[in-house]
């Protein structure tokens, strides 16, 4: 199969590309950028003129809810509203039910996925038998089965002996942890501590739930030398210890949420549940200190935090509703917002939801998402083409995703995703 992506504006943030050439794709793989051979005859064109032509978003927390939330989100929804967003690579925390904490499991999710033939799923491995932070996974056998790395999602892991062992185990082998850094007793709260909440009455999240925790990870990473990523950071103290931390040399990256990279404590209205969120929205100057930690390369990259939520469990009071917004569709108009707002370019933008969490994957993906968050000869052609002064309203009955709720309901956005491509095969096109 030969396709001609003609007319658009190439970005490839991972070399620095930026200029409008035409893309050749034969058999799901990149053959030329720009200079096309005379005698390529494609068996399909697609016409970018006026889009940008970039690699697809690779975004590292999309919860899918499958299998055992199907009421909030199916595997097909949601991989669907990950391919009209632009994503072609998504990475899935194990909190489903049952928890992915055994091999059979992640490889009957996998299949699932390659069947939809849509965005590329990698999957996170418990890093403790259903999460209880107690007994530690069978980690060889779900590397085997498909995780690329392991994960307490949204549990905290209190035992610190626990946590040794498991960094340890993770050091001798090469394997990456992922963790949220919170302290299980300091966060327990709806809303992030200051006056906004004591004033509305809500149970506080201190920032010291998340600086205790960071120390806590970097003493064990120091002692074990382990490989860990740090999802979600939310407070301009986090950051800090952060750059501390890589100034030192510690093996570490980190992400943040398109939530609380544009949103805070003010925004939680008159107990707007559309705001519940994990981790909960800070003061606006952990807003600024996170824009800036993004921009400089503090923060490595940019998620959605896809979490689609039912009716039901957003129906209720704001400190007893579910926690979790839709976010796979808005990733891209939201990347372009912060670069617009800050004043950042647009490759550099692009590349915090590209090549830098492909960056953050690392090898353990393998061989055929190794060129994941690039467009050059030779690469795997997953693409993204979307007309960056396209506008449009968020309007949550329009989302592919099955959870319709979101904070940015009603907001004019920038960039609409014309056709993603995964494998050089059409997984979307508007």
Not at 418 to 424: H, L
Request: charged share 20%.
């Amino acid at each position: 199969m030969k396709t001609l992506i003609k007319g658009g504006r190439v970005v490839d943030p991972a070399r620095g590309y930026d200029e409008k050439a035409d893309v050749a794709l034969v058999d799901g793989v990149v053959v030329a950028i720009k200079s096309i051979a005379i005698d390529f005859e494609p068996n399909n064109t697609f016409d970018a003129s006026n889009c940008i032509v970039m690699p697809g978003l690779v975004d590292l927390a999309v919860r899918l809810r499958e299998p055992g939330h199907e009421h909030e989100g199916m595997l097909a929804s949601e991989m669907a509203a990950a391919v009209a967003g632009g994503v072609t690579s998504v990475v899935c925390p194990p909190d489903t039910d049952p928890v992915l904490d055994e091999a059979g499991l992640v490889e009957m999710l996998r299949h699932r996925a390659l069947q939809l033939q849509q965005a590329r799923l990698y999957p996170l491995g418990a890093l403790t038998r259903n999460l209880e932070g107690e007994v530690l996974t069978e980690m060889l056998h779900l590397t085997q089965a498909g995780c690329i790395g392991f994960s307490q999602a949204e549990v905290p892991l209190a035992n610190t002996q626990v946590m040794l062992r498991a960094l340890q185990y993770a050091s001798t082998f090469g394997y990456t942890v992922w963790l949220r850094p919170q302290e299980l007793y300091l966060g327990k709260g709806v809303a992030a501590s200051g006056a906004l909440a004591t004033r509305m009455g809500l149970s506080g999240v201190p920032v010291a739930a998340e600086t205790i925790a960071l120390h806590t990870i970097f003493e064990l990473v120091r002692a074990t030398h382990a490989r860990v990523h740090l999802c979600r950071i939310s407070s301009a103290a986090g950051v800090a210890l952060v750059r501390q931390a890589k100034a030192e040399g510690l093996p570490i990256t980190c992400d943040v949420s398109i939530n609380s990279l544009h949103l805070t404590d003010v925004d939680l209205g008159y107990f707007d549940s559309r705001m519940r969120l994990n981790p909960p929205l800070r003061q606006q100057r952990d807003r600024d200190a996170l824009q800036a930690a993004l921009a400089d390369g503090s923060i490595d990259a940019l998620v959605s935090d896809h979490t689609p939520v039912d009716e039901d469990a957003k129906a209720l009071p704001f400190a007893e509703s579910e926690p979790g917004a839709t976010g796979l569709e808005l990733l891209l108009s939201l990347t372009l917002k912060w670069a617009s707002d800050s004043g950042i370019a647009l490759g550099q933008a692009l590349g915090a939801v590209s090549s830098r969490p492909a960056t953050v994957l690392g090898a353990a993906i393998g061989p055929m998402a190794s060129s994941a968050g690039r467009l050059d000869v030779g690469c795997v052609a997953d693409i993204c083409v979307f007309d960056p002064s396209a506008a449009w309203i968020v309007k949550p009955s329009a989302l592919r995703s099955q959870g319709h709720h979101t904070p940015f309901s009603g907001y004019e956005m920038l960039g609409r995703v014309r056709a993603t491509f995964v494998g050089g095969q059409p997984a979307y096109l508007a």
